[in-house]
């Protein structure tokens, strides 16, 4: 899909600010935040750079928080790379039903919204300019009829230009989790994304180490396949939590390729879903400075 501009968005994204007074983001400026509707906690998972997990990450940890009772929607923003789709087999197009768009929704019932719904072939390539990107994820969050959500999780798109950027200034944000892998480059970049947030005052709720180790099929010996890694560090540097660390489990590439990530299941997943719940709820109640 190649596009320089283009049409309006649909939906109803409104410039009415979350709450009185300037909102949080550009120093000296006022930003004009969507409003919430009927989602209670919008969460962006992000991670700086490419080939990390961070969307494997972002649709194992919603299937999770559905696993345990609670309503998650996931609004990809990475518009040029989406893969949320093909790890839980989803397919468009997406409708507007008069209430704003439909999102789809996965066999296990998260609704979704993605830019691989508006192509018909699924290796065509988004090429769009930056503006044009910009405004479809402003629709993406205000002009679908999310419905009631205990949470939207959002698939941010790697580096810190103008993507991040629109999510962070107009879509009312209660925090953001990074994910890493134990390389020290890793660590590196996604520190990057994390002080990009920090200085737009977006909460900062905790690290995710992903492919942390791999077990050994004939011992079941945990091995540190990328070293011993740096969350840790990472996590202490910034003074958020280590959320979780995750395995690289051959199931999860298994069940990513056939579209069913969302059936994989570990107590590390339900930890992490448990830690995030209990932080997102922290930092809401402002018990948590914001750094």
Known sequence: MVATSGPEPHG??????THSGPTRGRPGGVLQRMDKGQIQRVIAVGSGKGGVGK?????????????????????????????????????????DAGEGIEPATSRSGIPVVSSQFMVEDEQAPVIWRGPLVTRLITQFFGGVH???????????????????????????????????????LAALIVKKAMNMARDLHVALLGVVENMSWIVCPHCGERIPLFGPGTVERVGQEYGIPVLARLPLAPAISELADAGRVDEFQSPELKALAEALVRKVDEVTKGSSTVL
Do not use: N
């Open 146 to 184: 999310w419905g009631p959500l205990d949470y939207l999780l959002i698939d941010m798109p790697p580096g810190t230009s103008d993507v991040p950027l629109t999510v962070f200034q107009t879509i009312p944000i209660d925090g953001m989790v990074f994910v890493l892998t134990p390389q020290d």
């Open 55 to 95: 969307s494997s990450v972002t649709a194992l940890l919603a299937a999770e928080l559905r696993r345990q009772g609670h309503t998650v929607g996931i609004l990809d923003a990475d518009i040029t790379g989406p893969s949320i789709p093909k790890l839980l087999g989803m397919h468009g197009p997406l409708r």
């Open 12 to 17: 109803r994204p409104t410039s009415t600010p």
